[in-house]
């Protein structure tokens, strides 16, 4: 059994046996253990030789007669065994710990199962091995804080070597190794840990609830959480931020299972944060319905193995789950929401100034898919390229707000030329005529045909927004152009699409951007009608058909085309995976969230 199945946690010691040329002995863990205030009856069934296997070899004072009679079984030894280098598996180079065997099932909950197949040296697979907390700190502070990675992470062949054009991941900035990358990533999952840690001293020493005091006969001296003041002092903040903390800790602390996710690495900081922000103004039966939803869906794709999201992924989560377990709570929320809406000046400096509108999430994404409509317009109309596309757009505004189609000859002449935006835009009828209004954008709406016609009032969504409600899809689904698509009802993905206006020719390239809708980069939100689309197998060799297409912005197809990002169908094609394969070694198996919950 491991040190975790005996009771002790081994890990809290990893700053003293991480280092494999030192093997630590007995009593340097007992001193180790008091240093860090464990406790250091260290259990019998704890013997060193098999936690430490080349402590014979390294001179450790592990004589027999010093050692408990017990074992650790050999599999566990057996996971930290090098074993040959597999033909296909990148990385050989010396130093590298190459992965032979199967994949522990003690891997921290901050790793992806498929990292520990990636060339790494033996100390950061180790870190792998530990929760956020006093080992893995240790872990990672004796690994350095930056710099290249010091172990050679080139191909074992040097020929093979030599005809890369690319950098050896890990010998100079730009270009990291997976070590580096997984190192960066356990730093996350501390600071994940950190965070929740110094939010449970916050409520520790602030109450649960702010803590209000009336003097006895002075009602007006009465004080709320009058902690506050000692707080600042010494957290160098001010009664304002303190104040502010305290509400995010209190609200943190109110959901136990948000907060083990959060410190075991699951989710990172700025997840767990959008969870508290996104249910902020629901009553709280409702948000502990809708956080615990979240939580449990987070639990459910870890144990599918599948990416974690990012923020902006968890936002459109809690809406869905909104959606789902609290709809009549939203629905009040929204409209007192809604009574506080307006717009707003703030002086920029320069003779300019930032003109923002507090309105509805779905009439803005509206009017900047409007507006970014005409601005490509605007674009095909000035072939210099003289202004931007967030020039163009800033002037779409003003012409309609104001009736003036373009920059005066003076404005013009006192802006400095800039490239034009190479981002690709929707597609939109060219205007010939200065000022003449474009035809109205589409936004694309999400909906089942059954509350499309009000036999169901299940969410809608808005690919790039996230879930609307059943209401407010119908009004949008009514109000111009639609499309049908097809959804497999056993999962909920895209299979067919359809439309009244596009030629066929276009419907291929509806099917794929229906079903994945956005880029397949890994933390990549471009939507996909702005994204090209990219054949995983390069045209001729691999066909153009739906099992080969996928979107990519430009950036990410660039760096699939010309700089060793490389890019595979899954096998299973049910869900239409993927996985990516990056110059580090380290791969990521992904595949699109389908458009619609499924039953």
């Not at 689904?477 to 206006?501: F, H």
Request: glycine share 8%.
């Amino acid at each position: 059994m491991g040190a975790a199945e005996v009771g002790w946690d081994g890990a809290a010691v990893g700053g003293v046996w991480l280092d494999e040329v030192m093997a630590p002995t007995v009593q340097q863990l007992r001193e180790a253990a008091e240093v860090m205030a464990l406790d250091t009856d260290l259990p019998d069934t704890l013997c060193s030789e098999d936690v430490f296997p080349d402590a014979a070899v390294l001179g450790g004072d592990l004589s027999e007669d010093s050692l408990p009679d017990a074992v650790l079984t050999g599999a566990a030894v057996a996971e930290f065994a090098p074993g040959p280098v597999p033909a296909e598996h990148p990385g050989g180079g010396g130093g590298v710990d190459p992965c032979s065997g199967p994949v522990p099932e003690g891997l921290a909950r901050w790793v992806r199962r498929e990292w520990w197949l990636a060339p790494v040296r033996a100390e950061v697979r180790r870190l792998m091995l530990l929760a956020p907390g006093v080992g893995l700190i240790a872990g990672l502070s004796e690994l350095g804080m930056g710099g290249s990675c010091p172990v050679d992470h080139g191909h074992p062949d040097a020929v093979v070597e030599a005809a890369d054009p690319t950098p050896v991941p890990g010998s100079r900035a730009g270009y990291p190794c997976a070590c580096q990358l997984i190192v960066a990533a356990g730093w996350q999952a501390v600071d994940s840990w950190v965070q929740v840690g110094a939010a449970a001293s916050l409520v520790g020493a602030a109450g649960a609830v702010p803590v209000v005091a009336t003097p006895a006969g002075v009602a007006r001296a009465r004080a709320a959480d009058a902690c506050r003041a000692e707080l600042a002092a010494m957290l160098h903040l001010s009664a304002a931020s303190v104040h502010a903390r305290l509400v995010q800790a209190r609200d943190l602390h109110a959901f136990p299972a948000l907060a083990a996710v959060a410190g075991s690495g699951l989710m990172f900081t700025s997840s767990w944060r959008v969870v508290l922000y996104e249910t902020a103004n629901l009553p709280e039966g409702a948000r502990a319905r809708v956080v615990q939803r979240v939580v449990d869906a987070v639990e459910a794709r870890h144990a599918q193995d599948r990416r974690p999201w990012t923020s902006g992924e968890t936002r459109r989560a809690v809406k869905r789950a909104i959606a789902a377990v609290a709809a009549a709570e939203a629905a009040q929320a929204r409209a007192r929401a809604h009574a506080r809406r307006r717009v707003a000046v703030t002086p920029a400096g320069d003779g300019m100034a930032w003109l923002s509108g507090y309105i509805r999430d779905v009439d803005a994404h509206r009017i900047y898919n409007r507006l970014t409509a005409a601005a490509a317009a605007a674009a095909a109309d000035d072939p210099s390229g003289a202004r931007s596309t967030d020039e163009h757009r800033a002037d779409a505004l003003v012409a309609a707000l104001l009736n003036h189609p373009h920059p005066t000859p003076a404005d013009t002449a006192a802006t400095p030329p800039t490239p034009a935006d190479t981002a690709t835009t929707p597609s939109t009828p060219r205007s010939t005529t200065p000022g003449r209004s474009v035809s109205r954008p589409e936004i694309c709406v999400v909906v089942s045909l059954a509350t499309l016609l009000g036999c169901a009032d299940a969410p809608g969504e808005v690919p790039g927004l996230g879930p609307i409600d059943a209401d407010v899809a119908r009004a949008l689904a009514a109000d111009g152009r639609w499309r049908w698509w097809v959804t497999d009802p056993a999962t909920g993905q895209v299979t067919v699409t359809g439309s009244r206006t596009y030629t066929p020719s276009a419907e291929l390239a509806r099917l794929i951007r229906a079903r994945e809708p956005h880029c397949r980069m890994p933390g990549c939100a471009r939507r996909a009608d702005l994204c090209d689309l990219d054949h995983t197998t390069p045209y001729p060799h691999g066909r153009t058909d739906a099992d080969n297409l996928g979107p990519l912005c430009r950036a990410h197809h660039n760096l699939k085309t010309h700089h060793g990002y490389a890019l595979a169908n899954h096998p299973n094609a049910q869900t239409h995976a993927w996985k990516w394969t990056f110059p580090s070694g380290l791969t990521h198996t992904d595949q699109p969230d389908p458009p619609l919950p499924g039953p």
